[in-house]
């Protein structure tokens, strides 16, 4: 685990642009102050070595009470909030649940946070969001050559894919679990400056979280619509998403006829339910909106809203040990999701399927890294999947997971067949 401030990356420092989940209200008036990383190689709670750091530099994660009356003190030099993300590696341990193979890009903490203050006068809002690193101005440098993606190369042939999914099945059949969400990954090389087509990936349409943040000698970019939690107003809300198809009118009266679709989302519904119902201090949990089709870029996608009111003492590390990983992501029953994850996937989901968002002085708000890349020194990283029932089609999750990821790859400025 480390702490540190004002260091900085290996990456050309690009105009700036918001962490995900930062508040309007703060942008192009916030600098980096200080920062805290933990790998899972360093042991100890990490749920609860992030609150403490993040307590020790004054923000309210002990105790996220009724925040509506809270007044945020905005001079310089006052806390703005924090950028936190949490891997997929982090929420296993935060949650029990077995390691799977490690990231492909082992250079990104599995928790990073960067404290933000107010800043006055002429000082440049500079700091660790984009591709460079930690903080700091930095000294000019050249402009980089356009970028330019290699060939994409898959950790798994769609053969080994759709046999993952035949897996799932075996599974559900054996009583094992019920639902698991199966995750592929794909990378490339590239050359040249990756933070134009990282910004153009937190750029695409329904990106609810749509950010860069980057560390030394990394950056990821998500384009996420989904919320894994939220606190605003003494409510906590989570809104899984689960169900896809087509941005068309057929696809949109399919995905709401669809029973297979529908099953799958309730279940994850009952399990956010579940994660919420566990939390202490929470009053009784609620399903505001259930299975609402929502537009993210070329696909319509399901969402349902879980929400219950905060009436006790409700803190950081607990929301986390909760909720990481999401739901959505792993499957039911959790624990035994995250085991079939580690046995049948061949490649760390890295920055995938975890959260990253923003921690303020009056209120939380992290979402689920789904449609999220990830660069280090020499290639850029993408992941995809979807929810495995008994009704899954094989061949027809190997199409979806593709799906999910065309307008990612386009974004970055890959030629993705339609």
């Known amino acids: 685990m480390v702490h540190g401030s004002r260091s900085i990356g290996h990456f050309p420092t690009p105009p700036f642009v918001a962490p995900p989940g930062a508040p309007a209200s703060c942008q192009g008036r916030h600098r980096a102050s200080t920062w805290f990383q933990w790998s899972r190689c ?125 897996a799932v099945r075996s599974a559900i059949g054996r009583g094992d679990v019920y639902q698991v969400n199966v995750v592929g990954h794909t990378s490339a090389s590239y050359t040249g400056d990756p933070f134009p087509g990282l910004q153009r990936v937190a750029a695409l349409p329904g990106a609810r979280y749509g950010g860069v943040l980057s560390g030394d000698g990394w950056a990821l970019a998500t384009a996420s619509p989904e919320t894994l939690v939220e606190v605003r107003d003494g409510r906590v809300i989570t809104r899984p998403i689960k169900g896809t198809r087509p941005a068309t009118a057929q696809g949109r009266r399919e995905l709401l006829a669809s029973a297979k679709e529908r099953a799958e989302h309730v279940m994850i519904v009952d399990l956010s339910r579940n994660d919420l119902a566990r939390l202490p201090g929470l009053g009784p949990v609620e399903v505001e909106e259930l299975f609402a089709v929502r537009r993210w870029s070329g696909l319509w996608q399901a969402e349902s809203v879980v929400s219950a009111p905060i009436v006790g003492e409700l803190g950081l590390a607990s929301l986390l040990r909760a909720l990481v990983p999401g739901g959505s992501v792993t499957g039911a029953p959790k624990i035994a999701a995250l085991a079939e994850i580690a046995r049948l996937e061949p490649v760390g989901r890295g920055v995938s399927m975890a959260a990253v968002g923003w921690v303020g002085p009056g209120h939380l708000d992290l979402g689920l890294t789904i449609r999220t890349v990830a660069v280090d020194g020499a290639r850029v990283h993408a992941w995809a999947g979807g929810g495995i029932t008994w009704d899954s089609d094989p061949e027809d999750e190997v199409a979806e997971a593709a799906a999910k990821l065309a307008p990612i790859q386009r974004a970055l400025g890959s030629v993705v067949p339609r």
């Open 42 to 166: 360093d042991g100890g709670d990490p749920a609860e070595l992030v609150a403490e750091f993040l307590a020790d530099n004054g923000l309210r994660v002990r105790n996220i009470d009724r925040t509506a009356g809270h007044v945020r003190p905005i001079g310089a030099g006052s806390i703005c909030g924090a950028a936190l993300y949490v891997s997929a590696d982090a929420g296993c341990v935060m949650a029990g649940g077995a390691l799977g193979a490690p990231s492909p890009v082992p250079s990104i903490p599995d928790v990073y946070a960067v404290v933000y203050e107010h800043f006055a006068g002429d000082v440049p809002p500079v700091g660790p969001v984009g591709p460079v690193g930690p903080v700091g101005p930095v000294a000019p440098l050249a402009p980089l050559s356009p970028l330019s993606l290699g060939e994409w190369e898959p950790s798994w042939t769609p053969a080994e894919h759709a046999d993952a999914v035949s």
